[in-house]
């Protein structure tokens, strides 16, 4: 319903309300007078009536006694006679009776058996005159007057009234419409009213009451009518209310009463309550005239009004598309900035001053990074389109991964962080994990941020109650604290306090704002008490589900609790630490060979098995088969045939096993579209990287869908898999500059491992040949859309390998294919293909020149040396560790467990790291590095 209707609708309410409440106080108000009135009136009526039967009663006696005169003094011979003379036309008969009955009468005299016995009778004999109440005679009912006649009281006269007599007296007077006059005897027994048929029964609503309750009402008027009280009564017969005055007849000795009853209905009340209606009716009609007058009117606000709110919508979605396009394109130049200072920090050799330059050019980049992913969250809250991704995790890698990102920004401060987890914290919950973190980051990161020196502690416990689980935090620091009148402003949007304190500290005051938006999303709260100048302590309670009861345990408790120890020392030297992935096996579909080996090789580091196909189709069949079983599948998204989505569509909804069901499938795409992961969310995918594939990206990927704690604790001594910056063909690329490849680059995209980039260099120049010969034939025969597919293949592996020249060109042929452009095809095919033909050529060169100077190569490290090189490591001998190290660094190993052993090997005595290769076995580390020769397996020693 619109705002201008439901206006319209209040007022109408409100008036209605008004209008009812003032007719119903009206309608009390005059009632109440009038009623006051009308008894009056009636009480004044019910008099004159009295006035008018009494007056009747008496004429009647008074004929009566006339007549008993006359017979007194006659013969009783003479009776009859004098009777039909005397009586008038009033009595419809006459009889004189003695003690033992009639002895004349006229025809209609009252025939009664018993009439003797009445009372009034009796009377008459004993020198009363008196009327009797109704009595029913032959065929209806009479009264009788009965009379002594004159002086003796032996011979009565009775005189016959017929039993409607009174009725028609009264049935002229009408009150108001109905309302007429009634007469009762004093027994209760009706003489007389409007209803004949009421008096010739000899109806009697005293006794009917006794019968039947809906008579109760009227009965007790009659009760007091009948009591000889003056009065008013009201009371309610056939669902009709009546008001009816009432009074004893003055002229009757007999105790006869006499009632004016009329509906109240017919009253000048129920004139009010019709005239108070129609006033009703007339407002309410006015009313709905006057809103619809009015609607007229307040429709132009409302439409400024809507016309506004349409126009506070545009741009608040202007500004949200403007924060996600701005963000969007901010983050791709700043992840190059990021990763190329931390390129150029990687590959060392600066001076200090360089060094230090380079970091801050990174860190500062993060921070944008940080600012950007801020805002992009604010938006998207504020536009609605925040929704919560809830699964099962893992609590004690949930712990591990904020320690391991906050305990970082510490650097050289006299900082102490101690972490307190309750042993019983399930191990298992459910809820948005990234959001409990981004939670607890903001507030650890605030911690140390805003503490110089002292300690923050991290505290994690839990709750249950009838509400459900609940996840307890408490973030405590002892650093600059916040004044008290800034408590208030610390949840509002962009709102920093304390800036005299702050002002060294980055920040955009967006923090707090979105922690608490985020556990309001969740469900729970989040307090803060802070003493200015001493500390400060958040609580934060999360609503969360609870899935199995097992607890993380002391054990487990304990290593998180050390482990901040090892982060903290090893944050120092090493931006990435690759957790060791031995015991897993991926899967990676793309139709460029090349991107295969550009995963293939970024995955190395990891030491897991990486199996490669070719097609959707190929995969598809991999997982029906089931084996080998893949941790996770790396899926392209374009490819031909039978694209990554289709591929994904056809594993998840067709083959039906419970594997092909969960495995986690991972899109790999060269389209950064926005929109594009709730795309791929939606459509059976769990992650998604886009290419050019970023090492921290695949590095969290892996961690999120591959890592398998559990198996990780099974692991041998080496449970951190260093990078091998050093590969053993080091000095092979060294120097050598291929024109168009960003050498810098493609070494740090492949962790300095040589050996991995000759392959994907040799799979690049070969592929590439290929892919450049059908694209010139889909030129020939004009098809666009296999052109657009096939440059998007060599853009795809062009970024891999970090040839960033052949990647633009063949991205704006791509675009330029699919939008259907063939003139700009064709315009800028030619440039393309020479340069990317240039490149091939100077791939091809390097890749001969290198084969001709490269080491000599032996299958794997020769097994005495490896068994010297342990002796001379636990005795810690430095000399002889660096000469045995030369001599075995001076081959080429073909077997790649070997290459691997020498990388790990160099990196932990460059690191001085010497324990982690004395806690292998020697029959480890020979077992690691594989038989030294194809012919004869080595002989592998028992000692360790
Ligand atoms: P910012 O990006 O500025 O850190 P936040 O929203 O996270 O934004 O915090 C808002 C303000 O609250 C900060 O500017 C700081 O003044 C104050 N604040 C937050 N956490 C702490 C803390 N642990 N100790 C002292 N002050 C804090």
Redo the contacts with the bound molecule.
């Keep these: 319903m619109g705002i201008r209707s439901r206006t319209i609708l209040i007022i109408l309410a409100a008036n209605f309300t008004i209008i009812l409440i003032g007719i119903l106080a009206g309608a009390a108000y005059v009632r109440r007078n009038i009623e006051s009135y009308i008894e009056t009136d009636m009480l004044v009526v019910a008099d004159i009536a009295d006035r008018f039967i009494s007056s009747e009663l008496d004429m009647l006696r008074h004929e009566a006694a006339t007549a008993a005169s006359r017979l007194a003094m006659a013969a009783p011979g003479e009776w009859a006679g004098i009777l039909a003379e005397s009586v008038g036309a009033k009595f419809i008969g006459f009889a004189v009776m003695n003690r033992n009955g009639a002895i004349a009468a006229s025809a209609g005299a009252a025939a009664s058996p018993n009439l003797l016995e009445h009372e009034s009778v009796q009377a008459a004999f004993e020198g009363r005159m008196a009327f009797t109440s109704t009595i029913p005679s032959v065929d209806a009912v009479a009264f009788h007057l009965a009379v002594p006649i004159d002086g003796t009281v032996e011979y009565i006269l009775i005189l016959t009234l017929d039993g409607l007599y009174f009725s028609k007296l009264t049935s002229d007077y009408t009150i108001w419409k109905t309302g007429h006059i009634f007469i009762d005897d004093r027994d209760g027994y009706i003489i007389a009213n409007n209803r004949p048929e009421w008096v010739q029964n000899r109806q009697n609503f005293l006794i009917k009451a006794q019968d039947d309750p809906q008579y109760e009402d009227v009965a007790s008027v009659i009760k007091k009518v009948t009591a000889g009280d003056r009065g008013i009564g009201y009371y309610s017969m056939n669902g009709i209310s009546r008001i009816c005055a009432y009074r004893p007849i003055s002229g009757s000795e007999e105790g006869w009463v006499l009632g004016i009853v009329a509906p109240l209905s017919e009253s000048p009340v129920g004139d009010v309550d019709r005239g108070l209606l129609i006033i009703a009716f007339v407002c309410i009609l006015l009313n709905i005239v006057a809103a619809l007058i009015a609607a007229g009117f307040i429709k132009k606000p409302f439409e400024e009004l809507a016309a506004m709110r349409e126009a506070a919508e545009a741009d608040s979605r202007a500004k949200s598309t403007f924060l996600a396009h701005m963000s969007h394109e901010i983050r791709t130049p700043l992840n190059t900035v990021v990763g190329l200072s931390e390129l150029a920090l990687g590959d060392g050799g600066q001076d200090e001053e360089t060094v230090d330059r380079l970091e801050k050019i990174r860190a500062s980049g993060l921070t944008i990074l940080g600012i950007v992913n801020d805002i992009l969250d604010i938006s998207k809250i504020e536009a609605g389109k925040f929704e919560l991704l809830n699964a099962a995790y893992d609590t004690p890698s949930l712990v591990n991964d904020v320690v391991t990102l906050n305990i970082v920004s510490i650097g050289e401060r006299p900082v102490t962080f101690r972490l307190k987890l309750d042993e019983t914290l399930p191990a298992i919950l459910h809820g948005d994990n990234l959001r409990v973190k981004q939670i607890f980051n ?1 507030l650890l990161s ?2 140390f ?3 110089n020196s002292g300690e923050v502690e991290w505290s994690v416990s839990h709750e249950s109650d009838q509400d459900g689980f609940w996840l307890i935090s408490s973030i405590q ?1 002892t ?4 004044k008290s009148e800034d408590l208030d402003k ?1 949840f509002s949007d962009y ?4 800036m005299e304190a ?1 002002r060294q ?1 980055e ?7 979105i922690t608490r938006r985020l556990v309001e999303k969740i469900g729970g709260s989040l307090t803060v008490a ?1 003493e200015y100048g001493r500390g ?1 302590t ?1 609580k934060v309670r999360l609503r969360q589900g609870f899935v199995a009861g097992t607890p993380i345990g002391r054990e487990v408790a304990d290593n998180l609790m050390g482990l901040r120890y090892m982060l903290s020392k090893r944050a120092k030297s090493e931006t990435l630490i690759r957790p060791n992935l031995s015991y897993a096996r991926v899967l990676v579909v793309d139709d460029i060979a090349t991107n295969l080996e550009v995963v293939k090789g970024m995955m190395k580091p990891y030491s897991l098995k990486v199996d490669c196909v070719t097609s959707g189709a190929q995969a598809i069949d991999l997982i029906r088969a089931g084996e080998p079983c893949y941790s996770a599948v790396f899926m392209d998204h374009m490819m031909p045939n039978m694209d990554g989505l289709e591929a994904t569509r056809i594993i998840r909804k067709e083959i039906g096993t419970m594997y092909a069901n969960n495995i986690p499938i991972i899109a790999l795409t060269a389209n950064a579209i926005v929109g594009n992961k709730e795309m791929f969310l939606n459509n059976g995918f769990q992650d998604f990287i886009s290419k050019p594939i970023d090492t921290i990206k695949l590095d969290s990927v892996l961690r999120r869908w591959v890592r398998d704690k559990k198996l990780e604790q099974d692991l041998p001594a080496k449970e951190v898999a260093a990078p091998p910056k050093k590969g053993s063909e080091e000095t092979l690329l060294k120097g050598i500059a291929i024109k168009g490849l960003d050498m810098k680059g493609t070494l740090k995209r492949f962790s300095g491992d040589e050996g991995v980039i000759i392959e994907v260099l040799r799979s690049y120049a070969t592929a590439t040949g290929t892919i450049l010969g059908n694209m010139k034939e889909c030129l020939d025969g004009e098809r666009l859309a296999d052109y657009a597919i096939a440059v998007h293949g060599i853009k795809g592996s062009s970024y891999g390998i970090c040839a960033r020249e052949v990647a633009s060109l063949a991205e704006a042929l791509e675009k330029a294919a699919r939008a259907g452009n063939l003139p700009a095809v064709r315009a800028g095919h030619e440039t393309f293909e020479k340069t990317a033909e240039k490149l091939i050529k100077a791939i091809d060169g390097t890749l001969t020149r290198i084969k001709a100077a490269d080491k000599p190569t032996a299958k794997a490290p020769n097994p005495e040396l490896l068994r010297q090189l342990h002796e001379a490591v636990i005795s810690f001998d430095m000399d002889r560790i660096d000469a045995i190290m030369a001599d075995l660094e001076a081959l080429r190993y073909e077997s790649e467990p070997g290459r691997e052993l020498m990388a790990w090997l160099r990196e932990q005595i460059d690191n001085m790291t010497f324990e982690a290769i004395s806690k292998l076995s020697t029959q480890e580390l020979l077992a690691w590095a594989g038989p030294a020769t194809d012919s004869q397996p080595e002989q592998v020693d028992n000692e360790t």
């Design positions: 903001n605030n911690a941020k805003y503490t620091d650093g600059i604290g916040i610390l709102n920093r306090v304390n702050n500290v920040g955009t005051g967006l923090g707090l704002a802070s400060t958040f």
